[in-house]
C-alpha cells in the first residue's frame, strides 16, 4: 500500500488524518444500512398489491381499528405524559433534598427502567386481575364484596386505567432521571440566594428551579412522546385489541393477518409520527445551546 | 398557622413528612415488584384461597412448569444468544467509533454525534416488518442472527454514545505516556485505555444486554417459530394461560434486570443520564 505514496511518513500521515473516520464509518454504515434500506423497503410494501398504495391507504381508512388505535395512542400519551413529568419531578425534588438513604431511594425508584414493558404489563395484571393483590386485599378488609375488573372488553376503560398505571409505573423512571439530571446542575447559590431574600419553597420552585430546568423538561417530554408512539407490550399483555394502538395494529396486521401493506404504513406513520417529534425537539433545544444556555 | 408552631418541631414535621414520601415512593414500586415475585411461587393451595392476600406456602412447581413443559426454557436460551450476540456485534461496532468521537477532534465530528443520537431517537421498531421480507429473501428469516442484527442497530447508538463519554473519562496522558515509551496507538488502546474503562465497559455491555432481552416487538415479528422470552410470554398470554404461568413469568423475565441494578448500581445514573440526554 505504501507503494503508492512517496515514502512512509506521508502515508501515515493520511492514515492519521482518516483514522477518526474510518473508526465511525462501519457504525455509520451499519446504522444507514438498518435504518434507510427497511424504510424503503417499508414503502414498496405499503405501495404493493393491486390497487398500489392508494388502494392499501383506503384499506386502512376503511379499517375502523385505524381511527382507534390512532386515537387510543394519542390519548394515552396525553393522559401518561403530564402524570409521568408531575411525578418525576416530585420524586426528583424529594432526592435532590439528599437525606440520609437517599442512596438507597434512588435505587429503587430507577429499578422500572430494566423491567420489560411485557414484564410490566404482567406485574400489574397480578396487582389488579381479579383474585390479584388489591382485590384480594380490599376483600380481605371488607370493603368490597366483589372483585373490581379491570379486564375484559366490557371493561374497557377500566382496562385504559390499568395501562395508563402500568406505563406511569414503568416509565417515570426515564423522566425522574433526566430531570434529576438537570437540578443536580443547577447552580446552588441561585436558590440560596432566593432563600436568602425569604422565597419560600413554591416562590423558588416557580422563579428559579423550574426555569432552569427547562432544558432537561423538553427532553424528557420528547423522549417520553417518542416512546409513547412505540407503546405495545404492556397494552397487548392488560387489554389485547380492546384498547388498539399503532404498534399493536402493526403486529397484528403483520403477525396474525398477514397483510403486509398494512403493516408497514402503520410503521410509516409511527417512523412519521417520531421523526415530527424529533424536528421539533431539535428546532426547541438548538437556540438554546446558540443563546450559551438559559 | 405555620407561623404559630414553634420553629423546631416544624422542623421535626418536616422531617416526618419528608421520610413518609420517601416510603410511600418506595412502597409504590416495591410492593407491586415483590407481590408479584411471590404470587409467582404461591402454592396452589394459597392462591385458590381469595382470602390469603400473601401467600405464605410455596413452591416452584409453576416456574419448573413454565420452563420445562411450556418450552420457555428454551426462549430463555433464545434470549440469551440473542442478547449476548448483539453485545458482541455492537461493542465491535460500536467501540471505535466511541472511542473516535471521544480521542479525536476533526471536522465533522459534531455532525456525526447528532447523526448517532437522532437515530436513537428513531423507533428501530418499525424496521421490523420491512426486514421479514428481506429475511425471507436472504434466508434470515426467524434466525436467531437476523434477530441479532436488528437488536444492533437498536443498541448501537447507546453504546457509542455511552462507551465514547467512558474513555472521555480516561485522561489522554496515560495513553500519550504509553506511546512515548513506544506503544503504538492501538497497542495503548487496548493495554492501557481499555483495562481502564473495563468496569463501565461491562455495565455498558449489561445495559446492552438488558435491552436486547426486553425487547419485545422486533422479535415477536421477526421470529414466529425461535421465540425469544418476552415474544414467547407474550404469545402464551394471547392464547390464553392460567394466571400462575403469568406471574411466574414475571420472576423469569425481572432476575436479570434486578441483577443489573444490583451490580451496575454505581454506573447506572450517569449512564441513563448520557443516553437520554
Known amino acids: 500500500m505504501s507503494l503508492f505514496f512517496k515514502d512512509k511518513s506521508s502515508f501515515s500521515l493520511l492514515l492519521e488524518r482518516a483514522l477518526p473516520y474510518l473508526l465511525v464509518l462501519p457504525t455509520l454504515l451499519y446504522l444507514m444500512f438498518f435504518i434507510g434500506y427497511p424504510m424503503s423497503q417499508a414503502i414498496v410494501l405499503a405501495s404493493a398489491g393491486p390497487g398500489g398504495l392508494v388502494a392499501n391507504v383506503a384499506g386502512l381508512l376503511n379499517d375502523p381499528y385505524f381511527y382507534e388505535a390512532f386515537s387510543d395512542t394519542l390519548l394515552l400519551a396525553a393522559v401518561i405524559i403530564p402524570l409521568q413529568v408531575l411525578l418525576a419531578l416530585g420524586l426528583a425534588l424529594l432526592i435532590n433534598v439528599r437525606f440520609p438513604g437517599h442512596n438507597i431511594l434512588l435505587y429503587i425508584l430507577v429499578l422500572p427502567l430494566t423491567i420489560s414493558d411485557v414484564a410490566a404489563g404482567l406485574i400489574w395484571y397480578s396487582m389488579l386481575a381479579p383474585y390479584g393483590f388489591f382485590n384480594r386485599l380490599l376483600m380481605g378488609i371488607g370493603l368490597i364484596r366483589r372483585p373490581i375488573y379491570f379486564f375484559g372488553y366490557q371493561f374497557r376503560q377500566m382496562e385504559f386505567l390499568a395501562i395508563v398505571i402500568t406505563e406511569v409505573w414503568r416509565a417515570t423512571a426515564i423522566v425522574f432521571v433526566i430531570i434529576l439530571a438537570g437540578l443536580q446542575m443547577i447552580n446552588k447559590e441561585y436558590v440560596e440566594a432566593a432563600e436568602v431574600f425569604g422565597a419560600n419553597l413554591i416562590q423558588r420552585l416557580r422563579h428559579i428551579i423550574l426555569p432552569l430546568l427547562k432544558p432537561s423538561l423538553q427532553a424528557a417530554l420528547i423522549i417520553r412522546t417518542l416512546f409513547a408512539f412505540q407503546v405495545f407490550g404492556q397494552v397487548w399483555i392488560l387489554a389485547g385489541r380492546d384498547i388498539p394502538v399503532l404498534a399493536g395494529e402493526a403486529y397484528y396486521q403483520q403477525v396474525e393477518i398477514k397483510n403486509y401493506s398494512a403493516a408497514a404504513l402503520y410503521s410509516l406513520i409511527i417512523a412519521g409520527l417520531s421523526v415530527a417529534v424529533g424536528l421539533l425537539y431539535i428546532k426547541l433545544l438548538k437556540p438554546q445551546y446558540a443563546g450559551g444556555g438559559g | ?277
Open chain 2, 1 to 277: 398557622m405555620a407561623a404559630t408552631v414553634p420553629f423546631r418541631h416544624r422542623r421535626v414535621l418536616g422531617e416526618v413528612a419528608l421520610y413518609l414520601a420517601a416510603i410511600v415512593a418506595a412502597s409504590w414500586i416495591l410492593i407491586p415488584v415483590t407481590v408479584s415475585l411471590l404470587y409467582g411461587f404461591a402454592s396452589p393451595r394459597d392462591y385458590y384461597n381469595r382470602y390469603k392476600v400473601i401467600p405464605t406456602a410455596f413452591t416452584l412447581k409453576h416456574v419448573y412448569e413454565l420452563l420445562f413443559v411450556l418450552d420457555s426454557l428454551k426462549a430463555v436460551f433464545n434470549s440469551v444468544v440473542v442478547a449476548l450476540g448483539t453485545i458482541a456485534l455492537s461493542f465491535v461496532l460500536g467501540l471505535p467509533a466511541g472511542y473516535s468521537l471521544a480521542r479525536f477532534i476533526f471536522p465533522g465530528r459534531d455532525t456525526l454525534k447528532l447523526l448517532i443520537i437522532i437515530t436513537r431517537m428513531f423507533p428501530i421498531m418499525v424496521i421490523a416488518v420491512p426486514l421479514t421480507a428481506l429475511y425471507i429473501r436472504i434466508g434470515l428469516s426467524d434466525t436467531l442472527f437476523g434477530l441479532m442484527l436488528a437488536h444492533t442497530a437498536m443498541a448501537l447508538p447507546f453504546v457509542v454514545l455511552i462507551s465514547s463519554s467512558i474513555f472521555a473519562g480516561i485522561p489522554l496522558d496515560y495513553e500519550e505516556a504509553a506511546m512515548i515509551f513506544g506503544l503504538n496507538r492501538l497497542g495503548s488502546f487496548l493495554r492501557i485505555t481499555l483495562p481502564l474503562s473495563a468496569p463501565g465497559l461491562a455495565a455498558t455491555a449489561m445495559f446492552t444486554f438488558i435491552i436486547s432481552w426486553n425487547e419485545v416487538f422486533v422479535a415477536s415479528v421477526l421470529m414466529l417459530v425461535n421465540r425469544t422470552l418476552p415474544a414467547h410470554i407474550l404469545t402464551m398470554v394471547t392464547y390464553g394461560c392460567p394466571d400462575y404461568y403469568r406471574f411466574a413469568a414475571i420472576f423469569i423475565m425481572v432476575l436479570p434486570a434486578m441483577l443489573f441494578v444490583f451490580i451496575a448500581r454505581k454506573y447506572l445514573i450517569t449512564m441513563w443520564g448520557i443516553t437520554m440526554r
